[in-house]
């Protein structure tokens, strides 16, 4: 089943993404000569609650999409060995000011098996407190807000949430271990 790789190449290298290009052998022996792999950072993800269960929710404009999207606080690895929950306390305490002293790991997840690399780490940060003010990277605009879990979960239902990684992590925290 698997494919086997006869050449690679990459297109793009920059500190934003790395790009291949591969020729591919398929198991039936059928060779794809520009099959394009999308080397992108992984990424930490967090649902941030409070006291009261609330979880804190981000707005930003996002270029690609040309839209503002309400999703988590979270963001990329600087690099590949970096370590997730560090990672994710970072980001949250970046975009919000806020930090925990109880975390979760909600596991891993692929975006986008057929193209991408990378894998986007999920955590909750439970009874979260104020210690800063946001320190937003030059790129970022963020404005978060504290919205009960519930009214999340029925935000993801109703597509008002569609970012896919944070609707898993809302899912994962509301529905709780199986």
């Known amino acids: 089943m698997e ?3 006869l050449n690679s190449e990459y297109v793009i290298d920059n500190s934003w993404m790395k790009v291949r290009k591969d020729t591919v052998e398929l198991p039936n022996g059928v060779i794809i000569p520009d099959y394009y792999v999308t080397e992108k950072k992984s990424v930490s993800l967090v649902v941030a609650m409070d006291s009261e269960n609330r979880v804190i929710l ?3 404009y996002k270029y690609p999409p040309n839209a503002v999207h309400i999703g988590l606080p979270g963001g990329t690895f600087d690099n590949e060995n970096d370590d997730p929950l560090d990672v994710a306390k970072r980001e949250l305490l970046e975009e919000t000011g806020y930090v925990s002293d109880c975390w979760q790991s909600l596991g891993a997840v692929v975006e986008y098996t ?3 690399t990378h894998q986007v780490h999920l955590f909750a940060a439970k009874d979260i407190y104020k210690i800063a003010e946001q320190k937003l990277d030059t790129t970022e605009a963020i404005n978060f807000e504290f919205v009960p879990l519930n009214k999340a979960v029925a935000m993801c239902m109703s597509n008002e949430i569609n970012l896919a990684t944070a609707m898993v992590a809302l899912y994962k925290v509301f529905y709780g271990p199986a």
């Open 3 to 5: 494919w086997k790789c």
């Open 58 to 60: 981000v707005t930003e």
């Open 114 to 116: 057929i193209k991408d």
